[in-house]
Every structure is written in structure tokens, then in C-alpha cells.
């Protein structure tokens, strides 16, 4: 995980649990990774991807919002997603063991365990279930072995020359 210049890099797979408190402590890694200069950096936990529980740090979800100002869909069809995602959507903050409290709702809609898996994807965290993470890990790459292509691969331009 690394910061860049504008967003933190979101890595790795980590093994947790969450609490009886419905809390959830970031690997030491990822809390490094966090702004120190900003106060307890907030967190937002939100639904994504029906249904995948995902956190933002508050830069990245403050982006995420502002680029939905220049989304390519209809007006009334921004305004229904927004609908959706904001009202879906709460702060979360570290406590000053580096636990988050997830909110109990969004818990509940997606249906999470106690034992789960937090994984990097980029701009994002994402909380799933371990045994049916781990299962759907196991299932994509026997039918996909293609997605453990080289990087230089994915990024190979139509005409063929490397990107």
C-alpha cells in the first residue's frame, strides 16, 4: 500500500474478525498508510457491487463524489445512484487502536460473518466473507487463470504496442 499523489494505493488480502462491537481493526499497514496530518482520518463505509461492503478514506470518497458531476448518464439516473449511495453510506472512524466500527445496517444488508477478509482493490477496501471469499478466489482463477496475466499484458494498446 502506498500514498500517491493524490490517493492511497489499496493492497494485499488481510485476515480478520470483526467484534462482538461490530469492529473491524485495519492492519497495521493500512493505518500507516492513512494522513497523519489529518485528525483521525474518517473513513466512509459504504455498499458497492450488490451487496460488497467497501471503505473509502475521506479524500477518496470526496472524489468519487465530485466525479459523479460529470458522469455521462442522465441527470435522473445520477440522481437515483446517488440516492442509493449516499443513503448508504456513513463516516467511520479509527479508534485509537485502529478499529473502525461498522455500522450495524450496512452489516446487515450484506449479511458479513465474523470471520472476514479485508482486501485492497486500488482505490478502495472491501470486506467479505473469508470462507466465501476464499471460495470465490478458488472458482475465478480455475475458470480464469488469464487474470494472473503479466500487468504488461493488460496494459498493451489496441495497435499492439505496450502502453
Given at each position: ?36 496530518a ?61 478499529r ?19 482486501i ?20 475465478t ?13 493488460v496494459l ?8
Amino acid at each position: 500500500m502506498r500514498r500517491g499523489p493524490d490517493a492511497l494505493l489499496f493492497t494485499g488480502t488481510y485476515e480478520h474478525t470483526i467484534d462482538a462491537k461490530q469492529r473491524l481493526a485495519l492492519p497495521s499497514e493500512v493505518r500507516r498508510s492513512l494522513d497523519p496530518a489529518r485528525d483521525g482520518e474518517r473513513l466512509y463505509a459504504t455498499i458497492i457491487d450488490g451487496p460488497t461492503l467497501a471503505l473509502y478514506t475521506e479524500r477518496d470518497f470526496e472524489r468519487l463524489a465530485a466525479r459523479l458531476d460529470d458522469s455521462e448518464r442522465s441527470a435522473d439516473a445520477v440522481l437515483e445512484y446517488e440516492q442509493v449511495l449516499f443513503s448508504l453510506t456513513r463516516p467511520v472512524e479509527l479508534d485509537s487502536q485502529g478499529r473502525v466500527r461498522l455500522p450495524e445496517q450496512l452489516l446487515r444488508m450484506v449479511d458479513l460473518g465474523r470471520e472476514v477478509v479485508l482486501i485492497g482493490v486500488k482505490d478502495h477496501m472491501q470486506i467479505h466473507d473469508r470462507q466465501q471469499w476464499a471460495e470465490r478466489m478458488r472458482r475465478t482463477l480455475a475458470e480464469r487463470p488469464d487474470l494472473l496475466m503479466n500487468p504488461r499484458r493488460v496494459l498493451r494498446r489496441v495497435d499492439g504496442r505496450d502502453g
